[in-house]
C-alpha cells in the first residue's frame, strides 16, 4: 500500500519529469522554441503535476478545451527542490499563502478511469516572481505526449487497460529531502 503522502514521478538522478495540459497554440509555440513563450502567460501561476494519471483526470485525456495538448516537462531536481523550497501548503493561514512564490496542494491520486485512490499527489503552483526562472533555468526538455494520451485513452474506453498501461509513464518515490517533507506534508509524507 502506497504512503498516503508521496510525491511520485518521473525522474533521474538530475531531473524530475511534471506534467501540464495547453491549448494547441501554448503547446506548439513552446515546442517549437524548446521552452515556454508567447501565448503562455509569465503573469499568472502556473501548475506543475508530477503524476500523468491526476493530471489525465484534470484534461479529461487532453479533452478538455485549453487542455487538448499533454506535455512532459523536464526540469532540474534542483529546480524542483528549489521551488519546493519556497512553497506553502494551501491550506496554510492565508496571509502566508497570499506572500508565497510557490504553492502546494494534495489532491486524491487517480486511477486510469479517473477514480480517487486513497493516497494524494502532489500539485505545485509556480507563481509570477518564478515563472521565468522556471521557463528558463530549470526545464531542459518538453515532449508532446498528446499522441500517446489519444491512444491510452481510446484503449481505456474500449476495454484495453492492459494495453493502455504500457503507455502511461512509469513513477516511482522521489526522494524529498526531509526539511522539505517536513514543510510540504500534512503528515508524514513516505515514512
Request: net charge positive; with cysteine.
Amino acid at each position: 500500500m502506497a504512503p498516503r503522502y508521496q510525491i511520485r514521478a518521473d525522474h533521474d538522478a538530475g531531473t524530475i519529469v511534471v506534467y501540464q495540459a495547453y491549448s494547441p497554440a501554448i503547446a506548439d509555440a513552446a515546442l517549437r522554441a524548446g521552452r515556454f513563450v508567447a501565448p503562455f502567460s509569465f503573469h499568472r501561476m502556473t501548475w506543475i503535476k508530477p503524476s500523468f494519471l491526476w493530471l489525465m483526470h484534470r484534461s479529461n485525456w487532453a479533452r478538455k478545451p485549453g487542455q487538448e495538448r499533454v506535455l512532459a516537462v523536464r526540469m532540474t531536481r534542483e529546480g524542483w527542490e528549489e521551488a519546493l523550497s519556497q512553497a506553502v501548503l494551501t491550506t496554510a493561514d492565508p496571509a502566508a499563502l497570499a506572500g508565497a512564490a510557490v504553492h502546494v496542494q494534495w489532491d486524491p491520486e487517480r486511477s486510469a478511469r479517473g477514480a480517487a485512490l486513497n493516497h494524494y499527489s502532489i500539485q505545485v503552483g509556480i507563481g509570477r516572481r518564478l515563472i521565468r526562472t522556471f521557463t528558463d533555468d530549470w526545464i531542459v526538455g518538453l515532449t508532446d505526449l498528446t499522441p500517446q494520451v489519444r491512444k491510452a485513452a481510446t484503449l481505456i474506453q474500449t476495454g484495453q487497460a492492459a494495453r493502455a498501461q504500457r503507455l502511461i509513464p512509469t513513477e516511482r518515490p522521489y526522494p524529498l529531502p526531509r526539511a522539505l517533507e517536513d514543510r510540504l506534508c500534512p503528515v508524514t509524507c513516505s515514512r
